[in-house]
């Protein structure tokens, strides 16, 4: 027998129930909210209060949110600037070999440029130089120091000639060819040269030792004035080489003067000037074959013959000269 049908079952009237409490709440969220509008309409500071208690309520959590992301940000940055760190140190040295090699090249053009302005100065002085060489070889193996200069009569290199470079007196020309010539060096043991100290008139004969230094004979024998760190210069003595150009330093006292250093070391020295004998006597004495005699006035002594005959002039330079020159 089938159940009446104006009876329903208790599921039935759950869900019923469960149907109206919705809608209940739904109207009656729907009525709450739209009395808060009315209310934020017409009276807009009345829930403040109510916003400042929420957000009090929310900023720890909202502090604690914010440190995690500023804590999180920091590491990856750490960790991304630590990576970058390494490529950025490897980048810094590389351009510091770079910059070692660019300040290599640097000092090297500042040290060509201050010895090519050196020659310049020598070949803008008073005398005007013969002609601007290079050094091309030496006796290594010998027991003479000669060395072999690029220049030669063609660019009016004679025997006898000074050569010097920025920082003294090298030597004087031994021989010369057409393109070449041979230079008889300060230090070679036949090599004499008259020297004064720089500060004073104490003059001396600067003799080769054939070891790369000087020995430096007093004139005046005595008391020694030498002091170790003293400069010579040439004297002029002799008319060879002009006054004023450095020689040596002395290093070493000895009773009769002292051990010297050369001041222009020819090893280290690349770029020469041939300069021209300082007095006229000289380059006569220099130029005049030894089988060829000179003029008869320079024969005789006569004063109207030439300046080195004059006893009251410049002291003649043969007996300097000759002698040195028949040597080489």
């Given amino acids: 027998m089938a159940p009446p049908t104006g009876r329903r079952s208790s599921s039935n009237r759950k869900a019923q129930l469960g149907l109206f409490a919705g809608y209940f709440l739904a109207g009656l969220g729907a009525l709450i909210g ?135 007196l090298v030597g004087r020309v031994l021989e010369a060819g057409t393109t070449s010539s041979r230079v008889l060096l300060l230090t070679d043991s036949e090599s004499m040269v008259p020297v004064r100290r720089a500060i004073d008139d104490v003059v001396a004969f600067a003799e080769g030792r054939a070891d790369g230094s000087l020995r430096l004979r007093l004139i005046n024998l005595g008391i020694n004035p ?29 009773d009769d003067g002292a051990i010297a250093q050369l001041l222009s070391n020819p090893a280290a020295t690349d770029v020469v000037v041939v300069e021209p004998i300082w007095q006229a006597a000289a380059v006569t004495a220099i130029a005049s074959p030894p089988d060829q005699p000179l003029e008869e006035g320079a024969q005789s002594g006569d004063p109207a013959g030439d300046p080195a005959g004059d006893p009251a002039g410049a002291p003649t330079s043969e007996p300097d000269v000759a002698p040195e020159a028949e040597a080489g």
């Fill in 34 to 168: 739209a009395l808060l509008l009315i209310i934020s309409v017409f009276r807009p500071d009345a829930f403040s209060g109510l916003r400042s208690m929420a957000v009090d309520v929310t900023s720890p959590a909202g502090e604690l949110g914010a440190a995690g992301r500023t804590g999180t940000r920091t590491v990856l940055e750490s960790i991304a600037g630590y990576y970058r760190a390494g490529s950025r140190n490897a980048q810094l040295q590389r351009e510091m070999q770079i910059a070692r090699v660019r300040l290599a090249e640097a000092e090297a053009v500042a040290t060509e440029n201050r010895r090519l302005k050196a020659v310049l100065g020598l070949d803008s002085g008073e005398t005007g130089p013969v002609a601007v060489a290079r050094l091309i070889g030496s006796t290594a193996s010998s027991a003479r120091r000669i060395a072999y200069l690029s220049a030669g009569r063609r660019d009016g290199v004679r025997p006898g000639m000074p050569v010097t470079s920025p920082l003294g």
């Fill in 226 to 254: 030498i002091e170790v760190g003293d400069v010579f210069v040439t004297s002029g003595a002799g008319g060879l080489f002009r006054p004023g150009v450095a020689v040596a330093m002395a290093t070493e006292l000895t």
